[in-house]
């Protein structure tokens, strides 16, 4: 298992691959860990998990410098996502006794009837390269906290982070097998998952990854959450603050290279601020800087992998043939590297990709609409129900708009985004379940009823 540095092509580190024989002892640990972990005191996990946040913020630095490494994240945005996961764990230190507090119950004189919450035991994360840090400290800490343990497989070409991160746990005192990686190919997944020591299983990543692995884990009655793709809608109502909507959707589509579940893909626009708000958008996806990641003025570096480069430019090929314009970008640029400009395609085909795919890159669809019914339909029509981000002046229309719209959570006159304080996931093809605040930790526990008489 090798990891490339994407932005020189050198070869960054290589790594042996578990054998059957190191992953039958890794889930044996787990399973032995589980038994005890589960008895500790609430205190005492939120402590280590504080302690957690502390090992993050003192060598953040380099876990930001290695993601930039092995993904080609922006130096600043890969600082940005370790200071994210101490966030993290900061919420879960303060919150995990209050998120897991009895529950009681109307009961009958001289009974008392209560919800209690108990650990399910080892729980399989698979997870993605685009967030190396952010996505697996998701899982990691909420699933820790209820009395959990994890095991994590994390993507092929994000192997030291994924080490990195057991590092992290071991540094804060957890106890050997409550969190570990397994360096194995997504072949072996399935076997791992039907262990019977393994759970449940949680996955962010595709449609086709998603379905298989909830296909296996079905098969076997364990519960999954599912964080699959999306193709989120930027709405842009006829009274939005038309130059705060470009600036944010800017960044809303470009933040780590277009390479996000939840960055907005597919812009709706009233018809009667188009033309101000595509001319705005335009100039400032153009003045975004694309270039080396570990330099601190470098909004973009490059795609994480040349294949996927290469794959999402024969989408915009593809929908330029059917008929979409392009306003800018287009093309990958003259230089060494997997390196693709902010692009923008207008005139965009019903059924061409830039329409109905998940494009994961630096391109924004930019769409016209003559109203508000409009612009619903056209952001609800989709596979895909993830996130979504409404522009307009009246707070009242927006909340409106918000409840008509196929998404799992919804943001006005912002970014869509995950926060640790409130629940995160989507719904139709962009998966289900919940992470992060109470609605995560609630995911993987036993909601135990104890009645006493």
């Known amino acids: 298992m090798e990891t490339v540095n994407p932005a020189t092509g050198e070869v960054v580190d290589?790594?042996?691959?578990?054998?059957?024989?190191?992953?039958?002892?890794?889930?044996?640990?787990?399973?032995?860990?589980?038994?005890?972990?589960?008895?500790?005191?609430?205190?005492?996990?939120?402590?280590?998990?504080?302690?957690?946040?502390?090992?993050?913020?003192?060598?953040?630095?380099?876990?930001?410098?290695?993601?930039?490494?092995?993904?080609?994240?922006?130096?600043?945005?890969?600082?940005?996502?370790v200071q994210k996961c101490q966030w993290l764990c900061d919420h879960y230190a303060q919150h995990t006794s209050e998120y897991l507090e009895a529950e009681t119950h109307p009961s009958p004189p001289g009974t008392t009837v209560k919800t209690i919450y108990d650990p399910m035991g080892p729980v399989l994360a698979v997870m993605p390269w685009n967030f190396p840090f952010w996505q697996a400290m998701r899982f990691a800490i909420p699933y820790l906290a209820a009395g959990n343990v994890g095991l994590l497989k994390h993507a092929s070409n994000v192997p030291g982070s994924a080490l990195a991160i057991e590092e992290v746990f071991e540094e804060a005192g957890f106890p050997e097998g409550a969190f570990q990686t397994l360096l194995v190919g997504s072949e072996k997944i399935d076997d791992v998952l039907a262990d019977e020591r393994v759970r449940a299983a949680t996955l962010t990543g595709s449609g086709p990854a998603g379905r298989a692995v909830a296909s296996t884990a079905g098969e076997n009655l364990k519960k999954t959450v599912l964080e699959l793709g999306g193709s989120d809608p930027f709405v842009v109502l006829d009274d939005a603050d038309i130059d705060a909507a470009a600036e944010t959707g800017a960044w809303a589509r470009n933040q780590n290279g277009g390479q996000s579940c939840i960055a907005a893909k597919r812009f709706i626009v009233h018809e009667a601020v188009y033309d101000e708000f595509l001319d705005r958008f335009v100039e400032e996806c153009e003045a975004l800087t694309v270039g080396d990641p570990t330099e601190e003025q470098t909004d973009i570096g490059p795609q994480a992998q040349t294949h996927l480069m290469e794959e999402l430019h024969e989408q915009v090929e593809k929908s330029v043939e059917a008929g979409a314009t392009v306003a800018t970008g287009g093309e990958p640029l003259d230089r060494d590297g997997p390196f693709y400009p902010p692009t923008v395609l207008t005139d965009v085909p019903e059924g061409c990709p830039?329409?109905?795919?998940?494009?994961?890159?630096?391109?924004?669809?930019?769409?016209?609409?003559?109203?508000?019914?409009?612009?619903?339909?056209?952001?609800?029509?989709?596979?895909?129900?993830?996130?979504?981000?409404?522009?307009?002046?009246d707070r009242e229309r927006g909340q409106r708009v918000a409840r008509r719209i196929d998404a799992g959570c919804t943001y006005i006159n912002q970014l869509t985004k995950s926060d640790p304080r409130v629940p995160f996931g989507g719904v139709k093809n962009s998966g289900y379940g919940r992470e992060l605040s109470e609605a995560g930790i609630k995911e993987f526990v036993n909601r135990k009823t104890v009645w006493v008489e």
């Open 14 to 81: 290589s790594y042996e691959e578990d054998s059957a024989s190191d992953v039958d002892s890794a889930l044996a640990r787990a399973e032995d860990t589980f038994v005890e972990w589960r008895e500790v005191p609430i205190r005492e996990r939120e402590q280590l998990i504080e302690a957690a946040g502390d090992v993050l913020r003192e060598n953040e630095r380099e876990y930001a410098e290695l993601m930039t490494e092995e993904m080609g994240k922006p130096i600043s945005q890969a600082l940005g996502e």
């Open 354 to 393: 830039a329409d109905g795919e998940e494009l994961f890159g630096p391109v924004a669809s930019v769409y016209a609409v003559g109203d508000e019914d409009a612009a619903i339909a056209k952001a609800n029509d989709t596979e895909f129900g993830l996130g979504a981000s409404i522009w307009t002046e």
